[in-house]
């Protein structure tokens, strides 16, 4: 087994330390990557702090993971060493499920196996996620960063970004759509760079006054503070689609009366608590409320290519490994611009 030093924390009350544990040597069809940045996700925070009241301590979070090559299984013929790669949240699915054959692993019926949250398949106990200095993963589930792509930059692709270009992909976004993003942090500020990129009229919906001119420099043609009802109502019965990151529970109707008649609002914020939804708003106008969770891994890979053909990333604050207590506490309050990205070589520090 390789031993590998990482960041966590081993109860939800205690903040994230210096943490030594193992991972399974390189198997045939295995790359072991030296990961060089990974994002902080909202999920890392839900996670360590058992807010999904699933986690396994000792944990390690991070799923936004970016870096090289540095050994090959015997059998792995499409990668080589140095190469630049990244995984995402999907480390491992059964592959034979008609939804692991349609490339949305995401969905694998059996079950997939998370970056961190599952189960190690080959040694047991939980898997470990990106906050560390090396990860092993099947070559099935490694994507590839094209060619100029910063890597602090690209890291937070590989879940903010994909979570938002799935739904914005499954329910059409394009040109003479109008298309709402609410909350402008990691994966809201995706979802405008990438609704923006897809050709559609693109709204973002914020709490934070601070934010609405970021909110255009990204790419939004209007910002509407949703707590103002007046801008809200200018806005109702318009929309095409909206896309809620919220990670807090909240009020939905007063999205749900802007989506037109059979629009969608897809939910991708994870709160710990259910939310509670008004019906009326979804009655009157045969309105649709739908899910979605990341993304396969072929659509990962083309939003990765899509990414770099816009030329679009992530906006990043680097911070190192040190830093990612209080980083926490910075996303609780919406004080991320627009998502922290953790340079891993910080760890030698430690
Ligand atoms: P984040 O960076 O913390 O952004 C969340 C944003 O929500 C904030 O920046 C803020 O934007 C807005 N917000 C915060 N408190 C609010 C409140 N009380 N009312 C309304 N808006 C509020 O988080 P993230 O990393 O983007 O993740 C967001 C959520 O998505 C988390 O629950 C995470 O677990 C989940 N997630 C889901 C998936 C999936 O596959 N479905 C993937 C990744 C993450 P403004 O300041 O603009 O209002
Ligand atoms: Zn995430
Ligand atoms: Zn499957």
Redesign the pocket.
Known sequence: MIDCTGFGTTAADKPLQRLGFKRRDVGVNDVKIKIQFCG???????FARNEWHFTVYPAVPGHEIVGEVVELGSSVKDFKLGDRVGVG?LVDSCRTCPSCQEGLE?YCEVGHTQTYAGTEKVIGGPTFGGYSDSIVVDRAFVLRIPPGMELSSAAPLL??G??MYSPLRHWGAAAGKKVGI?????????GVKLAHAMGATTV?????AS?TAD?KRLGADAVVL?KDPEQMAQHTATFDLIID??????DLAPYLNLLKRDATMV?????EHPLPIAVFPLLMKRRNFA????GGLPETQEMLDFCAEKNIAADVEIIPIQKINEAYER??K?D?K??FSIDMSSLAAT
Not at 40 to 46: A, N
Not at 204 to 208: A, G, P, R, Y
């Open positions: 902080v996700c909202h999920s890392d925070l839900h949240c995401q879940c903010a994909i979570t609410v909350g402008l942090g990691g994966l809201g500020h995706m973002l919906f914020t709490t934070s934010k909110g949703s990151t919220v990670a807090v529970t909240h939910q991708v914020g994870a709160p899910g979605s969770t990341i996303m609780l919406s991320v627009y998502r």
